[in-house]
C-alpha cells in the first residue's frame, strides 16, 4: 500500500496513516483526515476502473518494467514511475547480474535428437561452433534463428558470450598511457585464459546433459591473434596452456572447434548499414563501436585470414539480393549443417551451399 501511494506522490506522513496512541480516542482531525483519504484514494480507484486502457494482467510490463496508468493519473505519477523505470532498466541491461529464464526454455530441444559421436570415455561429442568476423557483422543478431532452426532438429544451444565484453562490463578500461602496450598484452593473455577456462567447463556442462548439444561461442581464441603482432601472439600463446597443463599452439586452437563462421562487417558490402561510434545494435541497445568503416574492412580480412586454415570455415557475405535476412538465414544454415555433420539426424532438410567456403549471390 505505501509503494503504492509513494508511486502517486501522496504523504505517506498523513494523518490517516498514524494510528492514534492507546487511550487518545479518534479526533476531530482523525476523523476528517481519514474521510478525506478514503475518499480520494475511492475516487482514483473508481477513476482508475473506468478508464483503464489494459487488463489488469498488463499492469506490470515484464519487458520494461512500465506501469501502464490511465491518462488521467500520468500527471501524477510520471516523475516518480520515471525514475523508478529508469532504475530498474539499469538493472536489466546489466549482463552481470540479469538472469532470463525464458532462455532456458527457448535453447532447449523440444524433441531431443539423437547423439550419433561420443569419446572414448562414453561423454557426448559436443559440437563446437566459433562465430567471428569483423565488427558489425551481425553476430548477436543471428542468433536468435541459429538457436530456433537448432531446436527445431533436436539439439540443445548453450551460446557462450564473447568474453572481451564480459571484462569490459566489470569497469575495466584499457589504460591510454605510455604503456599501453604493455596493458594490451596483460589483458589478451588474461582473455585467452578467461576465454579457454570457459570454454572447457561449458562444454563440460554440454557434455553432462545426454542431449545433442551446440555451443555457440561468440569469438574465439583465434580472434586474438587479429588485434596483435606476431610477435606479441606468440607471447599470448606461451602464457596459455591446454587442460593438462601442456603448452598450445595454433593448431590446438583450430582443433577446438566443429566449424568457423566468418560474418562479414557490413562495411564491405553493406556500408549503409555499418554503424560507428556511440550507436545502437539491432535490438536496440546502446554499444559503442570505435573502427571506422574503412577501419573495419580491415580487421574483417584480419579475422577471415586467422581462421583461415580451418576445414569448416564459412564465409557469410552481405547479400545483395534478400538483404539481411538472407545473411541470418544462411548463417543459421551452416550452423546446422555443422551440427548434423557430428549428430546425423534423421529429420530431413536442405541447405542452399555448394562448399564449405561460400559467398552469398
Not at 606479441?232 to 587442460?243: G, H, K, T
Not at 574503412?294 to 557469410?316: F, G, S, T, V
Request: aromatic letters at 8%; charged letters at 25%.
Amino acid at each position: 500500500v505505501q509503494a503504492f501511494l509513494r508511486a502517486f506522490s501522496l504523504d505517506l506522513s498523513f494523518p490517516v496513516f498514524r494510528p492514534p496512541t492507546m487511550g487518545s480516542g479518534l479526533s476531530r482531525q482523525h476523523v476528517t483526515s481519514s474521510a478525506v483519504a478514503v475518499g480520494g484514494v475511492s475516487l482514483l480507484v473508481w477513476a482508475t476502473w473506468r478508464s483503464w486502457p489494459i487488463s489488469s494482467e498488463k499492469l506490470l510490463d515484464s519487458e520494461s518494467h512500465r506501469c501502464y496508468l490511465p491518462s488521467l493519473l500520468k500527471p501524477i505519477a510520471s516523475d516518480n514511475m520515471l525514475a523508478a523505470d529508469k532504475s530498474l532498466s539499469s538493472k536489466r541491461s546489466n549482463p552481470m547480474h540479469d538472469l532470463d529464464p525464458e532462455l532456458q526454455r527457448q535453447h532447449r530441444a523440444l524433441q531431443p535428437g539423437k547423439i550419433m559421436k561420443r569419446f572414448e570415455d562414453g561423454t557426448s561429442h559436443v559440437v563446437r561452433i566459433v562465430l567471428t568476423g569483423g565488427p558489425c557483422g551481425g553476430k548477436s543478431s543471428t542468433l536468435p534463428r541459429i538457436v530456433s532452426l537448432l531446436t527445431e532438429h533436436g539439439f540443445d544451444v548453450i551460446t557462450s558470450p564473447e568474453v572481451a565484453t564480459l571484462i569490459f562490463n566489470t569497469g575495466y578500461k584499457l589504460l591510454e598511457a605510455d604503456d599501453a602496450r604493455f596493458h594490451l598484452m596483460q589483458f589478451q593473455i588474461v582473455q585467452g585464459k578467461l576465454l579457454l577456462q570457459l570454454e572447457r567447463h561449458l562444454l563440460t556442462l554440454a557434455a553432462s546433459t545426454g542431449r545433442p548439444t551446440v555451443v555457440l561461442f561468440d569469438r574465439g581464441i583465434l580472434d586474438t591473434k587479429g588485434y596483435i603482432d606476431e610477435p606479441e601472439w606468440a607471447e599470448v600463446l606461451r602464457q596459455l596452456a591446454d587442460a593438462h597443463g601442456r603448452p598450445i599452439n595454433e593448431d590446438y586452437c583450430l582443433q577446438r572447434y566443429d566449424g568457423c563462421i566468418h560474418l562479414v562487417t557490413a562495411a564491405d558490402g553493406a556500408e549503409d548499414f555499418y554503424k560507428h561510434g556511440d550507436t545502437q545494435d539491432d535490438f536496440g541497445r546502446p554499444v559503442y563501436r570505435r573502427e571506422t568503416a574503412e577501419e573495419a574492412r580491415k580487421l574483417d580480412q584480419r579475422m577471415r585470414n586467422c581462421w583461415a586454415k580451418h576445414p569448416n570455415q564459412y564465409i557469410i557475405n552481405n547479400s545483395a539480393m534478400g538483404g539481411f535476412q538472407a545473411k541470418v538465414e544462411a548463417t543459421a544454415r551452416a550452423a546446422l549443417e555443422i551440427a548434423v555433420s557430428i549428430h546425423p539426424q534423421e529429420t530431413p532438410f536442405e541447405i542452399p551451399l555448394h562448399s564449405k567456403r561460400f559467398s552469398l549471390v
